[in-house]
C-alpha cells in the first residue's frame, strides 16, 4: 500500500519528467511546456502537502476539502480547452489568409513569368517547377 | 528560381493583368467621384467555384459577353478540372490549394482585386443561376444609389421555410434585407478593402456575417431585383439538408447575438432600389 502523498509525488514528478522529455525531443513547444510544468508542480505540492487543500478548503467555504482538487482541475481543463479553441480560430484565419495569398502570388508569378496557363491545375503538377 | 523561369517555354502572352505598384493601386477612383459612371469597366468579376466544370465556362463567357471586364474564376480545390475549362474561357483563374468554401474563394479574389487596382468587385456564382443579361443592371442601381453595396435579389426562387429564415435574420440582424445569402453583389473599392481584411476571413458564409461587417463600417447596402434562372446543376451549399440548415441557422445566431449592435446601429442605411 502506498501512501497517498508518495502517489501523488510519484505522479507530479512522472509528469514532470515526462514534459521535460518532451521538450527535450522537441515534441512539446516553449509555452505548451510551461504551461504543463506548472500542472505537475501543482499535483507535486497539493498531493505532497495535503495540509494546503484543507488550507484552501477553509479559504473558499468548501466544507469536503477533498473535492477542491478536483473541481480546480476540472476548472483549469476547461479554461485549457478554451484557450485551445482560441488558439485553434487563429491558427484557421492565418490558414485561410495564407492559402489566398498563395494562391494569388501564385497567379501573379505565372503572369511575371509570361505564361498565362499555369502548369498546376486541380492536382495535376507534371511539370515538377513546384517540386523544387 | 531565374534558371527555372529561363527554362520554361515562352508562350504568347494571354492578358496583361499585369502586377501594380501600391502608387498605380490607388486609382482615380474614389466613392462620389465622377469617373464613378464607368466602373464596370475597372471591375473584376469574382466567380468562386468548386466541381463546376460543366458551367463554369458558360458564366465566363457570358459575364464577358455582358459587361466586358475582367474574370476571376476562384477555384475552391475542385477536383473535375474547373480551373482548366475556366482558364480556356479567357478568365484568370486563382487555384486554392486548399477548399475555403464560398466566401473564403470569394474573399481571395476581392484581396486580388484590391492588390490588383480594381475599382470594384462583382461575385457571381459558377452554377449558371445568375443571368449574365442581368448583370448591367446592378452597376445602374449602384450609380442610382451610390451605395457601397448592390445585392442582385430573386424573390421567386424563396421558399416557404427560407422566407421564415429570413424573417428571422431580419428580425435578429436588423438589417433590412430581403434575400441575405445571394451570391450576385456588387462591391465598390470601399467595401472591397473592408472584406479583404482579416477580420473577414473567418466568416463562414458571404451572408449575414459579411454583411453585418459591411454595415458596421458604414457601408452602404441596397438590393435590386433581378431575375434568375433555376440552378441547372447543383444545389444550394447552405440549403442542402435540415441538419445542415439548423447547423447554420445555429450558428448565424450566435453570430448574431454577439454582434448586436452592428446590425442594429445602421439599420436604417440598408434600403431596397426598385429596377
Known amino acids: 500500500m502506498l501512501n497517498a502523498q508518495i502517489t501523488a509525488a510519484i505522479l507530479g514528478i512522472a509528469l514532470g519528467g515526462a514534459i521535460l522529455y518532451l521538450v527535450r525531443r522537441d515534441h512539446l513547444h516553449g509555452p505548451f511546456a510551461a504551461w504543463w510544468l506548472v500542472v505537475a508542480v501543482a499535483t507535486l505540492a497539493l498531493g505532497v502537502f495535503p495540509a494546503l487543500v484543507i488550507w484552501l478548503g477553509d479559504l473558499t467555504g468548501i466544507r469536503y476539502a477533498p473535492v477542491l482538487p478536483i473541481i480546480i482541475a476540472l476548472s483549469f481543463i476547461l479554461l485549457r480547452l478554451l484557450k485551445l479553441d482560441i488558439d485553434r480560430s487563429r491558427q484557421e484565419r492565418q490558414v485561410r489568409r495564407l492559402t489566398q495569398k498563395l494562391a494569388i502570388l501564385e497567379r501573379e508569378l505565372d503572369t511575371l513569368r509570361g505564361n498565362g496557363t499555369p502548369q498546376g491545375s486541380s492536382g495535376t503538377r507534371t511539370d515538377g517547377v513546384d517540386a523544387d | 528560381m531565374g534558371v527555372v523561369a529561363a527554362a520554361m517555354p515562352v508562350r504568347p502572352r494571354r492578358r496583361l493583368t499585369g502586377i501594380q505598384s501600391p502608387a498605380e493601386n490607388r486609382g482615380p477612383f474614389r466613392p462620389g467621384h465622377p ?241
Not at chain 2, 458571404?206 to 435590386?224: K, N, Y
Open chain 2, 35 to 275: 469617373l464613378e459612371t464607368n466602373l464596370s469597366a475597372r471591375c473584376l468579376a469574382v466567380i468562386p467555384a468548386r466541381d463546376e466544370v460543366l458551367t463554369v465556362a458558360g458564366v465566363v463567357a457570358g459575364v464577358r459577353a455582358a459587361v466586358g471586364c475582367d474574370v476571376l474564376v476562384v477555384d475552391d480545390a475542385s477536383t473535375d478540372g474547373t480551373g482548366r475549362a475556366a482558364r480556356q474561357a479567357g478568365a484568370t483563374v486563382l487555384q486554392l490549394p486548399i477548399g475555403l468554401g464560398a466566401w473564403g474563394a470569394s474573399q481571395a479574389g476581392i484581396r486580388y482585386a484590391v492588390r490588383h487596382g480594381y475599382a470594384a468587385v462583382l461575385t457571381l456564382d459558377a452554377d449558371g443561376q445568375h443571368l449574365p443579361e442581368s448583370l448591367p443592371s446592378l452597376f445602374a442601381a449602384q450609380q442610382r444609389s451610390g451605395a457601397n453595396v448592390v445585392i442582385g435579389t430573386c424573390l421567386e426562387r424563396l421558399s416557404t421555410a427560407k422566407r421564415i429564415a429570413w424573417r428571422y435574420l431580419r428580425a435578429l440582424t436588423g438589417l433590412r434585407l430581403r434575400d441575405f445569402t445571394s451570391g450576385l453583389r456588387l462591391y465598390d473599392e470601399e467595401s472591397m478593402r473592408t472584406l479583404a481584411g482579416p477580420e473577414a476571413s473567418l466568416l463562414d458564409y458571404q451572408d449575414v456575417g459579411v454583411l453585418m461587417l459591411l454595415a458596421s463600417q458604414g457601408m452602404r447596402i441596397v438590393e435590386t431585383e433581378t431575375p434568375m434562372k433555376p440552378r441547372e446543376i447543383g444545389h444550394s451549399r447552405v440549403f442542402a439538408s435540415w441538419a445542415v440548415v439548423a447547423r447554420y441557422m445555429f450558428n448565424t445566431t450566435v453570430l448574431c447575438i454577439s454582434r448586436l449592435d452592428r446590425g442594429h446601429r445602421v439599420a436604417t442605411l440598408a434600403a431596397t432600389v426598385k429596377s
